[in-house]
T-cell receptor
């Protein structure tokens, strides 16, 4: 499974935008870029995913570099509830794949009031 | 909104005892997974299950572990003879389709404490 690199931790102020970076220089052509988060004492939660184009949903935006070797998860206005561990994960979209997620250490986001 | 439910939320057991953790995936999902997270560590993949058989398993998922979908709704993880190091949070997840597209839905987890 292709690896990702994320900062261990980041801080943000409430109601300000947050940009969470992820490097994935060994990404293959069939890898999708997924982001999940884990709030304290909860199971992981899907945030967003994309392949090549930037993506937006109600939770966040995903900006993918043109060469796909890096991506950035954007939370437009951080709230205290967004304090969590954020995982950037590559998932193989090829046929025959079981679709499992391989979690790294992620980025622990602290949001200050 | 549909959700994955897990029971029990917390189970305490003695070393060597059998434990069954239960999960009810989202009803129209076809792919099922178990993960575990030891306190303070990362989430680890255990096993994936599709079409009533294991499709992939990790090195952690040894002969002491088994999974079953006995009745078309429940998805269970059995640990045959628990060890101290099996103490962890166990998460069940399901997905409508496999591959790298789509979204995995996780349950809230079952905390297993082995004494």
């Amino acid at each position: 499974d292709a690896k990702t690199t994320q900062p261990n931790s980041m801080e943000s102020n409430e109601e300000e935008p947050v940009h969470l970076p992820c490097n994935h220089s060994t990404i293959s052509g069939t890898d999708y870029i997924h982001w999940y988060r884990q709030l304290p004492s909860q199971g992981p939660e899907y945030v967003i995913h994309g392949l090549t184009s930037n993506v937006n949903n109600r939770m966040a935006s995903l900006a993918i570099a043109e060469d796909r070797k890096s991506s950035t998860l954007i939370l437009h206005r951080a709230t205290l509830r967004d304090a969590a561990v954020y995982y950037c994960i590559l998932r193989d979209g090829g046929s025959g794949n079981t679709g499992k997620l391989i979690f790294g250490q992620g980025t622990t986001l602290q949001v200050k009031p | 909104e549909p959700e994955v439910t897990q029971t029990p939320s917390h189970q305490v057991t003695q070393m060597g005892q059998e434990v069954i953790l239960r999960c009810v995936p989202i009803s129209n999902h076809l792919y099922f997974y178990w993960y575990r997270q030891i306190l303070g560590q990362k989430v680890e993949f255990l096993v994936s299950f599709y079409n009533n058989e294991i499709s992939e398993k990790s090195e952690i998922f040894d002969d002491q572990f088994s999974v079953e979908r006995p009745d078309g709704s429940n998805f269970t993880l059995k640990i045959r003879s628990t060890k101290l190091e099996d103490s962890a949070m166990y998460f069940c997840a399901s997905q409508r389709q496999g591959r790298g597209t789509g979204e995995l839905f996780f349950g809230e987890g079952s905390r297993l404490t082995v004494l």
